[in-house]
């Protein structure tokens, strides 16, 4: 089954996205273009896969979190994905910038866990990383942008695989606050 990009990704992250990646006996490792393979292809942005639009978050109030339950053996399994409020960062590749952290955190441990990140700056996107972890309760994926004054949040989705062999699920796009940096 294909996962299809949003109309609202798509209407906030314009003409510039790359296709959307398909799941598969492969949907917990990284996309093609992902962090792991550099980030970005032929100038272009990765999409998140997303099908669906979770919980988005103002510019107050506490870090949106979206939640999915499945099961591990005979054990009920619940894993929260949650984005944090974008920050500067001093060092790093661009002698620092803006950064945005996204984390998937599992009450039991479960076979994959991939977690797409993106910062978006005035509503577009303008970057994109992917990180997956295997046999793992925890999994953090960051993304980093050049400094540059404007209003940030940072969006996330994740793919969880429950078991070697087993379904997948996919945590829909989660927005953080809003902060201007």
């Not at 999915?68 to 053996?73: A, D, I, L, S």
């Not at 996107?125 to 400094?147: F, G, H, K, L, V």
């Amino acid at each position: 089954m294909a996962i299809a990009v949003s109309a609202a990704l798509l209407a906030v992250a314009g003409p510039t996205q790359a296709a959307p990646r398909t799941t598969g006996a492969d949907a917990a490792q990284p996309a093609a273009g992902s962090s792991a393979t550099g980030g970005a292809r032929a100038g272009r942005l990765a999409p998140l896969s997303t099908g669906a639009t979770g919980v988005s978050a103002g510019s107050a109030g506490t870090l949106a979190s979206t939640s999915v339950t499945g099961t591990v053996g005979s054990i009920t399994v619940t894993c929260t994905l949650t984005p944090s409020t974008p920050f500067v960062y001093y060092g790093g590749p661009y002698g620092g910038g803006e950064e945005g952290l996204a984390t998937v955190r599992c009450t039991y441990p479960v076979y994959a866990a991939q977690v797409e990140v993106a910062l978006f700056r005035y509503g577009t996107q303008i970057t994109y990383a992917t990180y997956t972890n295997y046999s793992t309760t925890t999994t953090t994926a960051d993304t980093e942008y050049p400094r540059s004054s404007g209003e940030y949040k940072t969006g996330a989705d994740a793919f969880i695989t429950w078991n070697y062999g087993g379904p997948t699920t996919f945590i829909p796009l989660t927005f953080s606050n809003s902060v201007y940096l």
